[in-house]
């Protein structure tokens, strides 16, 4: 069954430091997603994109964060400069569709980040 | 604003039981609703998706139930297995909006033998 892969599936940063989060999402999939989700919390919402642009993003997504699909197959999230508040499980997903019913909205398994 | 609130919070059940779980949504317009196991550490992983024409889905030893008109939910588990210890999350889109989906804060289920 195709999956989204996620890595690094732990990473340690400074404060301050910038970090860049990968994810290869399936193939035939045209709607990518970040989400988060700081320990002990239920899972946000950070950003959607399609078509090489963002097409929603949430009050959580600032100017520190930006993502990018640099060459068709990956798709990252770079925190400028990390604080301590940005530790958390950073989730991607995929969809074939914005509304995908069958199935196909697919998480990875997650970076998890522990700014120190 | 749009929410997802599930309940209870926490659940520990013995193995071979039954349980169901709960989850009320505000979000309108609505498109569909999904729920969602996550095991400590791990992605959520789809059990069921509805629309708001369904008011029934099952999946194995899981079957999920939606009432469009009074925006509750319920995750029904059957025959309990040790395996189903993990956070059951209700996940709601809206309709016409980007794909994001909106998260409850899910129940933790742990199955005892």
């Known amino acids: 069954e195709p999956e989204v892969t996620q890595t690094p599936s732990h990473q340690v940063t400074q404060m301050g430091q910038e970090v860049i989060l990968r994810c290869v999402p399936i193939?035939?999939?045209?709607?990518f997603y970040w989400y988060r989700q700081i320990l002990g919390q239920k899972v946000e919402f950070l950003v959607s994109?399609?078509?090489?642009?963002?097409?929603?993003k949430s009050e959580i997504f600032d100017d520190q964060f930006s993502v990018e699909r640099p060459d068709g197959s990956n798709f990252t999230l770079k925190i400028r400069s990390t604080k301590l508040e940005d530790s958390a499980m950073y989730f991607c997903?995929?969809?074939?569709?914005?509304?995908?019913?069958?199935?196909?909205?697919?998480f990875g398994s997650g970076t998890r980040l522990t700014v120190v | 604003k749009n929410q997802v609130e599930q309940s209870p919070q926490s659940l520990i059940i013995l193995e071979g039981k039954n349980c169901t779980l709960q989850?009320?949504?505000?979000?309108?317009?609505?498109?569909?609703l999904r729920w969602y196991k996550q095991d400590t550490g791990r992605g959520p992983v789809s059990l069921t998706i509805m629309t708001f024409s369904e008011n029934t889905k099952s999946n194995g030893r899981y079957t999920a139930t939606l009432d469009a008109d009074t925006k509750q939910s319920s995750l029904h588990i059957t025959a309990s297995q040790l395996s189903d210890s993990a956070s059951y999350i209700c996940?709601?889109?809206?309709?016409?909006?980007?794909?994001?989906?909106?998260f409850g804060q899910g129940t933790t289920l742990q199955v005892k033998p």
């Open positions: 193939s035939n999939h045209l709607y």
């Open positions: 994109f399609y078509n090489n642009e963002i097409s929603e």
């Open positions: 989850c009320n949504y505000t979000v309108s317009p609505f498109s569909n």
């Open positions: 996940v709601v889109t809206g309709a016409g909006n980007t794909g994001k989906l909106i």
């Open positions: 997903a995929s969809s074939e569709t914005r509304q995908q019913m069958v199935g196909g909205y697919t």
